[in-house]
């Protein structure tokens, strides 16, 4: 007799509840987690690749020869891919295909866009994967990222003609035809003149940076992983960044990579527990007890809709290179999908708060929640009461005070083609309540699917603006970047920018500031990458499908209000699934570098995190602030910091707000504001965010990192040496 899956939820919902089941809370959270994996692993799930090829063999097995049995083939094969089994793949695919024109049957497009581009992930995994270097699968391919080994390739190239001589205007497979000719050095110039796709080996924006360099490997970040968050951060107080990734599945561990201060980062997965987690395609850090140590919430279930019932995590950092898991005890224990979630203090009591927005579909209703810190180590779910249950399929929230009157306020992102701003109206015994605001802000005119989401100041002037990427397209993604590229008119979501106007509503200002472009972002962040004082932000693009192969992109903050593509001169628009994004100075050299997680959703899609190291783009100075509050949340969540200084004659001022940045990814909670060619900072002026008292100090030397406590009258120095990166013969060891 089988056990239903609700009969085995409901099992263990009632095992966790006990407290002698286990013997410790990480031993708890790591069965129950354990628990799901096998519930899922089963074939109707869509992202269980294993129990997919054991479902079409088991139908192969038992089927006489005929086209039943080879379409079933042909869905084995793809089910291989998703595997990572690249070669068997082609193989059951080649032969199926082979068999029914053999029959007189017609193999349609789809079975040989399936064996293209199961040829093009085999020449991936023999050379990207297999022999990675820093050129790896970076647009345009060029020097030691063009394949060595370049079969696969050319199989695909063959299979790609074939299919645009029965449709010319099979936009997907045009563009990966580009992309299959560049990685064996043939674009442009092999490229059929009818297929050409011009103007991919150089930017057309006509600005150009000094390029990033990819020292992962060399730096000791060497697992390959599907998708998942990542978190920069210090989480031993040793005043140096940690690296913490997750990855999406629930077979696929955390990782805690220790800064050495000598240039490598240690994996301390195992000694601080971390490593024995598994699962979460995004994390959110904060010093949720005000004990002085970064704690990290873990997010569950995003995309996988009622196999996405998985628990989240709050992991305690014990202060001594060890996590404890704590949900159950703090009151945090939900089973909603979600990857999408802000720290913040809603109420103004100097704790921090969680909001989760959760993904609801047509047949699962699972409300948005906001949790309130008791002040003692646990929460307490007030969303209904705070009228911010919603129900929507969030895939993005931020949290900041958008009209300045001093209460956090929530915007969100979502599948559904709704965009919510919720303004918070003020808190009454503990409890903030929020109002829905999208109309009167002027942004229920958005009605689009978008994905990640950020509030951020990015003309400076003061007031938080909002950034949200469309996440809709008509067709493939590859076919719509191949139609935007060749100007043909198409119907996929841009990016959005929407500009505050002082008042309470927004502008939309997308298409006047240069990015109202389709790019599909996933995983992104903001930072200032040349120390000029305007935000910039690097995306990650893709969808699970194999053929999404685009570039993640990179766009610099021009200071009047327009953004350019710099992509291709920074050299890091990986083609390969970009997801959670964090900006940091990892190595003290006063410039931001970038880290990425890169991998898919599926097994076969793992790949190598970036490390992207900026060379200094400038001799433009800077400022480092680690804020600690004392009446306010420890790490200062949400405090507004003001720099005025003169550059070039010029007086300027500099806005940020403390937090961990966009929806997708988590920069670390410190503050790395450019000043541009300011020889002293005039003024720095500080906006505690529980009492919104201000704290100035004046006359500041750049090019260094300050610890200001609040209400304290002077700062204190951090002295932290440069730590040189391993950046020659950049190169991974061979992981198959």
């Not at 696929?252 to 971390?274: C, L, P």
């Not at 919510?420 to 009167?440: M, R, S, Y």
């Not at 951020?456 to 076919?479: E, K, L, P, R, T």
Request: hydrophobic share 35%; net charge neutral.
């Amino acid at each position: 007799m089988k056990v239903q899956p609700l009969i085995l939820l409901f099992i263990a919902s009632v095992l966790i509840q006990s407290c002698d089941y286990f013997s410790n809370s990480n031993d708890k959270m790591i069965r129950i987690l354990d628990a799901r994996y096998k519930m899922y692993n089963v074939k109707n799930n869509p992202f269980a690749e294993k129990a997919e090829v054991a479902y079409y063999d088991s139908i192969i097995k038992s089927s006489d020869e005929g086209f039943f049995k080879l379409m079933n083939e042909l869905n084995k094969g793809n089910a291989l891919l998703k595997l990572g089994k690249e070669t068997e793949s082609v193989t059951v695919i080649e032969n199926a295909v082979n068999r029914i024109m053999k029959m007189g049957g017609k193999v349609d497009s789809e079975s040989l866009k399936s064996l293209a581009i199961a040829y093009m992930r085999l020449g991936e995994k023999q050379n990207c994967v297999n022999y990675h270097n820093s050129e790896s699968c970076i647009i345009p391919i060029q020097k030691s990222g063009i394949y060595t080994v370049r079969q696969g390739s050319q199989k695909a190239i063959e299979i790609y003609r074939k299919l645009l001589d029965i449709n010319p205007h099979d936009y997907e497979s045009k563009w990966l035809l580009n992309i299959a000719y560049m990685t064996i050095g043939g674009y442009p110039l092999q490229v059929p003149k009818q297929w050409l796709i011009p103007d991919l080996n150089q930017s057309n924006e006509g600005y150009s940076i000094k390029p990033f360099l990819d020292v992962a490997a060399n730096v000791g970040i060497k697992n390959r992983n599907m998708s998942g968050g990542v978190i920069l951060d210090d989480f031993n107080n040793d005043n140096y960044l940690d690296i913490v990734t997750s990855d999406w599945s629930l077979n696929g561990a955390m990782h805690y990579y220790q800064n050495d201060q000598k240039g490598k980062f240690i994996d301390y997965s195992k000694v601080s527990e971390i490593g024995r987690f598994k699962g979460g395609l995004n994390m959110i850090q904060a010093d949720y007890d005000n004990d002085g140590d970064t704690d990290i919430f873990v997010l569950r279930g995003a995309w996988m809709r009622k196999f996405g019932r998985q628990p989240n995590s709050l992991l305690r950092n014990n202060g001594d290179g060890s996590f404890t898991d704590v949900t159950i005890k703090s009151g945090l224990y939900s089973e909603f999908p979600t990857q999408a979630g802000t720290w913040n203090d809603f109420n103004n009591d100097g704790y921090l708060d969680l909001f989760i927005g959760n993904e609801s579909s047509p047949n699962d209703s699972f409300p948005c929640e906001l949790y309130l810190n008791n002040q003692d180590g646990t929460f307490t779910n007030v969303a209904k009461a705070a009228k911010c249950d919603i129900i929507s399929y969030i895939k993005g929230v931020t949290s900041a005070d958008y009209d300045n009157d001093g209460d956090i306020d929530l915007f969100l992102s979502g599948m559904n083609k709704r965009k919510i701003l919720l303004k918070n109206t003020g808190t009454k015994n503990g409890i903030p309540f929020f109002a829905d605001a999208t109309v009167e802000a002027g942004l229920a005119g958005l009605t689009v699917m978008t994905f990640p989401t950020w509030f951020w100041d990015y003309d400076n002037d003061g007031w938080q603006d909002i950034f949200v990427c469309g996440y809709q397209f008509n067709g493939s993604i590859g076919g719509q970047i191949a139609m935007e590229a060749l100007n043909v008119p198409n119907e996929s979501s841009k990016m959005y920018l929407y500009r505050n106007n002082h008042d309470g509503t927004f502008s939309d200002v997308s298409k006047v500031s240069g990015l109202s472009k389709t790019v599909f972002a996933m995983g992104s962040n903001f930072g200032d990458i040349d120390n000029d004082g305007f935000l910039d932000m690097y995306l990650g693009t893709g969808n699970p499908d194999y053929k999404s192969l685009i570039p993640n992109k990179l766009f610099r903050n021009m200071g009047n209000g327009k953004f350019t593509d710099v992509t291709t001169s920074g050299r890091v628009g990986n083609l390969q699934k970009g997801h959670a994004v964090a900006l940091n100075d990892l190595d003290n050299d006063g410039d931001s570098d970038i880290f990425i997680e890169v991998g898919g959703a599926y097994i076969g899609d793992s790949f190598y995190n970036s490390l992207y190291l900026n060379p200094g783009q400038n001799n433009n100075r800077w400022i480092k602030l680690k804020l600690e509050g004392t009446d306010s949340n420890r790490c200062g969540i949400g405090a507004k910091v003001k720099v005025t200084f003169k550059d070039n004659g010029v007086t300027r001022s500099v806005y940020r707000i403390l937090n961990s940045g966009g929806s997708f990814g988590a920069s670390a909670l410190r503050m790395e504001i450019g000043i541009g060619q300011a020889a002293i900072i005039d003024q720095i002026e500080i906006s505690w965010p529980k009492s919104h008292k201000k704290q100035v100090l004046k006359n500041i030397q750049p090019n260094q990192f300050i610890k200001i406590k609040e209400g304290e009258k002077n700062f204190s120095k951090i002295n932290i040496k440069k730590t040189v990166f391993p950046s020659t013969g950049v190169k991974s060891s061979i992981c198959i």
